[in-house]
């Protein structure tokens, strides 16, 4: 069974930079691999992703403040957060999936505030 390990989050203040980072236990060649978040009260939703060939997409909220990147020998995406905001606060959690399988990692939180 796949594992995913998230790390990198923390508390930043408004304006400040986090580098989230997410280990799978095998290989994430030919996987869609992907960050979501969820703050309290609302529903997870979709941050960014990136495809197997490296197109990727963002939610309108994030588009020029955040990069998602992929190294699929080492098995790690990662998510570059610049300009964070008050409202990206929310526990983060990294996706890998494909049309059999969809597993997640167990969370990392967010926490931006002054």
């Known amino acids: 069974q796949v594992q995913l390990v998230e790390s990198g989050g923390g508390l930043v203040q408004p304006g400040g930079s986090l580098i989230l980072s997410c280990k799978v236990s095998?290989?994430?060649?030919?996987?869609?691999m992907g960050w979501y978040r969820q703050a309290p009260g609302k529903q997870r939703e979709l941050v960014a992703r990136?495809?197997?060939?490296?197109?990727?997409n963002y939610a309108d909220s994030v588009k020029g403040r955040f990069t998602i990147s992929r190294r699929n020998a080492e098995g790690t995406v990662s998510l570059q957060m610049n300009s964070l905001k008050p409202e990206d606060t929310a526990v983060y959690y990294c996706?890998?999936?494909?049309?059999?399988?969809?597993?997640w990692g167990q969370g990392t939180q967010v926490t931006v505030s002054s």
């Open positions: 996706n890998l999936q494909d049309s059999r399988l969809s597993s």
């Open positions: 095998g290989t994430i060649f030919g996987y869609v």
């Open positions: 990136i495809r197997t060939d490296g197109t990727t």
